[in-house]
Structure formats: C-alpha cells, structure tokens
C-alpha cells in the first residue's frame, strides 16, 4: 500500500512539473568563469532531479558497503541461533516422547555452544529434568547448578529455576528439601500460582496442616485447583486442625473460622462432632452430623450419629426414621437405626432394621451387631451363626473341597488299638486286611498305602487287598480287655503320620516272644497282614 502511494505521489508531481515548464518556457544561465553556460528550464530540471538520483544512490551504496561487517555478525548469530533452537526443539521433542538419554545429550550440547543467557538456563533446566527420567540424579543436581550460574541475578529466571528443582525434587519425594527450596519465593513474596501449587504439594507430604489448609483456600477461591479436589484437601486439612487441637480448648477459634460449606464437609463434620461429645454437648454434635448428612449422605456421618448414650436416642432415632422415608432401602440408614435401637434397647425394632439391612447387604457389621442383640436375648443358637457369618464375611476362608478324602490317624501310640469297625484289638493278628486305599502323593513311594484310607466306609463295600503270609513268630501274649474309648475323639485328635514314614526299625530277634507296639516302622501293621504264626 505504501508503494502505490508513493508511486502515485511521484506520478501526480511529475504531470505537474511537465505542466508548469510547458506553460512558463525559459532558459537557465549558468556563469562559471570562464564558462557561460545556457540551458533550457526543462533540461535544466531533468538534470537536477538526475543529480539527486545519482547522489542518493551512491549515498546508499556507500552505507551498504560499511555495513558489511555488521550483517556479517548478524547472519552468524542468525545461523548460531538456528542452530540452538535446532538443538533445543529436538531436545525438547524427545523429553516429550520420553527419549530422555537423546534429549540430554542434545541439551547438554546446546547448553555448551550457545550464548544466550535465556537460552542456557533453559537448556539447564531441560536437561535436569531428562537426568531425572533416568534416575541420574547427580547429573541433575549439576544441570542445576550450572542453571543458577547463568541465571545471576535475574529475578524471573531465578524463579524459573526455583520452581523446577522445587517440582524435580517433589517428585523424587524429598519435599523438605523442595520446601527449602520455595522458601526465598515465598519470604519475598511471590504468588504464582504454580509456585502456591508446589507449596500446596510440599506442605502436603509433610503433614504442615495449617499451611495446607490456607493455601487451598487461596488456590479455590483464585479458581487455581477443581473445586472437588480444593474441597478434598480443605476437608481432610480442616479436621486434622481440629483433631490436633482437641487436647485443650483451642479448637473452638478454629471451628469459628470454617465456613458454612466448609463444615458440611464429612471430615471436618465427623472431627468437629467428635469435639463437642468429649466437651459435652452431645446436642451440638448431634445438630452438626444432621447438617452434614442432610448435605450429602456418607456412611461414616450414619454411623457416627447412631454412636450416642442412651439419652440421645429418642431425637435420633426420629431423625434417622426421616431419612428412612427418604431411603427407605439404604443399608447405611438402617444399619443405624439398628445401633440406636440396640443403644435404646428396642430390641424387637432394632431386630427388624437389622435383619433389614442384612438383606440387602450382608457384610460383617451388620451380622455381628445381629449376633451381638441374639446374645442379649439369649438366642445363643442365632448368635453364634450371625458371628460366624461376620467372621466369614470379615476374613476369606479357606473353602474345604468336599470329595477329598483325609488321611488316617496314626495309631501306632494308641496302647489299645482300636479299630473304627471292630472295636478294640487286643492283637496285631485279629485285625483285618485293609481295603483298597489312596496313597497321598506327598508320602514316599515306599509308604505303606494302608495309612491313607480313601473313605470311611471303604471296608465294608471294597475288595480286600491280597495279604502276604506273615513270617512265622511266637503267639503274642494276650492283653486283658479295657474300657472303651471313644473312637470319633481319638481320630479327631490323632496327628497324621508324615514325619518317619521312611525310617524301618530293625525287627527283634525271632527268639523274643514278647509283643511290641506298632511303631513306625512296624510294617505289618501298616500294611494290614496281620497274620498269627
């Protein structure tokens, strides 16, 4: 535009020129001792405007040609600065994609060559951050020094740095030191709000719930942090505050600083309830846990509201019968009513909101508070199974496979040797052959397979394996009879043979007519041959 407008201005003066010698014709005198020189006013003015045209242009040729040293060191900054942000585009490409080891070596080098002071602080800080992707955590702490030397004294880049060993640091989980860290940016007052956020996580991981809590209100109400995270964090913070301070009675300042919304919050409601039961004023707390809950119902509001002496129970249980209309099938709400029933003694209602909730959730709490009303009753049968279903649901058992047969007992150590069928044995010989049985892959392939009986009625209806004739020895002596002991407790009780299964005693001399108890290396007996010579 601007050279169509001066095109059109040098198009306008020249018609006007060309107009104004055509209408004045003259001549121009030029005296020049010892010359006279005449000419035409037209000549003359074409050849003053040639004059100025020749003069500009060689004024302008002459100011090129001096400033060739200076576009000299022009285009090599303008090539040295390509270069860098070459470098530091894919440096920064490959820190993206996670390709730390290429991205640290181009950094490194354009932190080498390059001359801006911007430009290396950057480069250091890059570079940190991918020698913290590779765990190199030395080299990162170089980077980062070298990022302070070139900052000097510039106050943004000084930020800049603060802030990124800050949220290096954080993430390696040294937060103290991150804080360390922040601490100059905070004493001086700046409040970014990046800088408040890596605050806001330090004083998190520390535990700093005095801190955590002001500087989430000041991020929500700056529209910094999601409402539902601020709310988290306010809510969490809050009651650690008020649980801190429930020693002495320096709570109440904090409790009067909350906001109305802030003590809807479940956390802070739960700690602030809790703070006015120890003080005594159960109505207080009783007031502010129905707040709470007619906010947002939450199951630990219900249960702390349905914790409460006996006097509380009639105004509660009114309230939580309310609650019940609005959810009339929330397991929560009538779990409770159960618990202030159980408190009030109503047992037959307490029963009937129990067995309620038991329906619709049967998790362990609500079987044990069943067990625990069946047993002020005197229900013990109903108890008991109500504290046996809370210990199931509570803890996963172990399921027993039905078709598993387990093994025998021992009954080498038995001095009576009684038999599940026959009775009581006074000999190794009148015991029968055992049935067919299983050997339990466990035991050793040289195991007598007679310690293992597949099932308990495996004598009565299987073939009698083949007994082998017993070597030749002296009759036993005869025992006299006992009294009878109870079979089902002695198996019950009995070990299981395991240890000693592959250990053969030395059979006495053949010479010795006395009897001896089955051991376990007593073959005969475990085999089931018993046989009288």
């Not at 040729?61 to 040293?69: D, G, R």
């Not at 330090?202 to 601020?230: I, K, N, P, W, Y």
Request: glycine share 6%; hydrophobic share 45%; aromatic share 6%.
């Amino acid at each position: 535009m601007r050279a169509w407008f001066w095109t059109l201005l040098l198009a306008v003066v020249a018609v006007a020129v060309a107009v104004v010698l055509r209408a004045h014709p003259g001549n121009v005198l030029l005296l020049v001792w010892p010359y006279r020189v005449e000419l035409s006013l037209t000549l003359a003015v074409l050849l003053l405007i040639a004059l100025f045209v020749a003069i500009y242009v060689g004024l302008r040729l002459l100011a090129w040609l001096l400033a060739i040293p200076e576009r000299m060191r022009a285009w090599r900054g303008r090539r040295a600065q390509a270069r860098d942000h070459e470098l530091l585009e894919r440096g920064w490409i490959g820190l993206l994609e996670g390709r730390y080891s290429h991205a640290e070596k181009d950094l490194a080098k354009l932190l080498d060559q390059t001359k801006g002071r911007n430009r290396r602080v950057l480069a250091a800080l890059s570079a940190a951050r991918a020698a913290q992707g590779l765990g190199e955590f030395v080299r990162r702490d170089v980077m980062l020094d070298r990022a302070r030397e070139a900052a000097d004294s510039e106050p943004g880049l000084i930020e800049a740095v603060a802030t990124v060993t800050a949220d290096l640091l954080l993430e390696q989980g040294q937060p103290a030191r991150a804080l360390e860290v922040l601490a100059p940016l905070q004493d001086g007052g700046a409040r970014h709000l990046n800088t408040m956020r890596l605050l806001l996580r330090a004083e998190r991981a520390l535990g700093h719930h005095e801190q955590v809590f002001t500087l989430a209100r000041a991020l929500s109400r700056r529209g910094a942090m999601a409402r539902d995270e601020a709310l988290r964090v306010i809510g969490v913070s809050g009651a650690a505050r008020l649980r801190a301070a429930a020693d002495g009675d320096t709570w109440r300042p904090i409790w009067k600083d909350l906001k109305a919304e802030e003590r809807l919050l479940p956390d802070i409601a739960l700690a602030g309830a809790a703070a006015f039961e120890a003080a005594g004023e159960a109505d207080e707390a009783a007031r502010i846990l129905e707040a709470a809950i007619a906010h947002g119902f939450d199951a630990r509001l219900l249960a702390a509201y349905s914790r409460c002496d006996a006097s509380q129970v009639p105004r509660r249980l009114e309230r939580a019968e309310k609650w019940l209309q609005q959810r009339p099938t929330d397991p929560d709400v009538l779990c409770a009513l159960g618990v202030l029933c159980l408190t009030g003694q109503l047992w037959g209602q307490g029963e009937r909101y129990l067995r309620r909730a038991v329906e619709r959730r049967p998790d362990a709490r609500t079987h044990a508070l069943l067990g625990s009303l069946y047993d002020r009753l005197d229900r013990q049968n109903d108890a008991v199974r109500h504290w046996r279903l809370a210990t199931a649901a509570g803890i996963a058992l172990p399921v027993l496979a039905a078709d598993e047969a387990l093994p025998a007992a021992d009954t080498h150590a038995d001095p009576s040797r009684v038999d599940p069928e026959s009775g009581f044995l006074s000999d190794a010989a009148e015991a029968p052959a055992p049935a067919s049985v299983y050997v339990h892959e466990a035991l050793p392939v040289e195991a007598p397979a007679a310690d293992y009986v597949l099932d308990p009625d495996a004598r009565g209806h299987a073939h009698p394996a083949p007994v082998e004739p017993a070597p030749s020895s002296p009759s036993p002596v005869a025992r006299p009879a006992e009294a009878p002991v109870d079979v089902e407790d002695y198996f019950d009780s009995a070990p299981i043979p395991v240890a000693g299964l592959d250990e053969e005693e030395p059979e006495p001399p053949a010479s010795t007519p006395s009897r001896r108890d089955n051991g376990p290396g007593d073959a005969p007996a475990k085999s089931g041959g018993h046989g009288k010579s």
